[in-house]
Nanobody, 125 residues
Framework: VQLQASGGGLVQAGGSLRLSCAAS????????MGWFRQGPGKEREFVAA????????YYSDSVKGRFTISRDNARNTVYLQMNSLTPEDTAVYYC???????????????????WGQGTQVTVSS
């Protein structure tokens, strides 16, 4: 599975962006899909995940209530709707796919075996 993330950009605090991640190579139907981010000088951290096709979604505490992950299996695309952005959300955002993640591992980057190239999100104050 090859992943291509897009939709990043520069936005003012309080604004919104929607990131997209298109999968190619094979269908990602059944994969667990995740979004991670890496801010300047920081470790890559979990943002959100959609566990397989079951509808279970998971969020980090820092984005819960502001971000929404969704997927369109017909389009082989996963989305991250980001609202009420703050400067602390500034980071490179990566999408990732896992063919074998279990429920307890969806927040770990080590559970994902396919990664996109990242898209920069910059939030100005």
């Amino acid at each position: 599975v090859q992943l291509q993330a897009s939709g990043g950009g520069l936005v003012q605090a309080g604004g919104s962006l929607r990131l997209s991640c298109a999968a190619s190579g094979r269908t990602f139907n059944g994969y667990t899909m995740g979004w991670f981010r890496q801010g300047p000088g920081k470790e890559r951290e979990f943002v959100a995940a959609f566990f397989r096709n079951y509808g279970n979604t998971y969020y980090s505490d820092s984005v819960k209530g502001r971000f929404t992950i969704s997927r369109d299996n017909a389009r082989n695309t996963v989305y991250l709707q980001m609202n009420s952005l703050t400067p602390e959300d500034t980071a490179v955002y990566y999408c990732a796919a896992s063919s074998g993640a279990i429920l307890s591992s969806v927040t770990s980057r080590y559970a994902y075996d396919h990664w996109g190239q990242g898209t920069q999100v910059t939030v100005s104050s």
